[in-house]
């Protein structure tokens, strides 16, 4: 997998998709934003943990 993003990377697109009012299902970024989903899962150990450290 190519690495393009880094862990704030991630944590910034996270936030930004939460102030837009995106849906942070998994289901739906895995569809609508996979790279950011295959990021996210490559630095935390689920979903889940990425939505909390973008608080």
Known sequence: MDIS????????????????GENLNKKKIKHSHPELMRHALHYFPDWNTALDKAN
């Open 5 to 20: 993003m880094t862990a704030d990377d991630v944590m910034v697109a996270i936030k930004q998709l939460r102030s837009t």
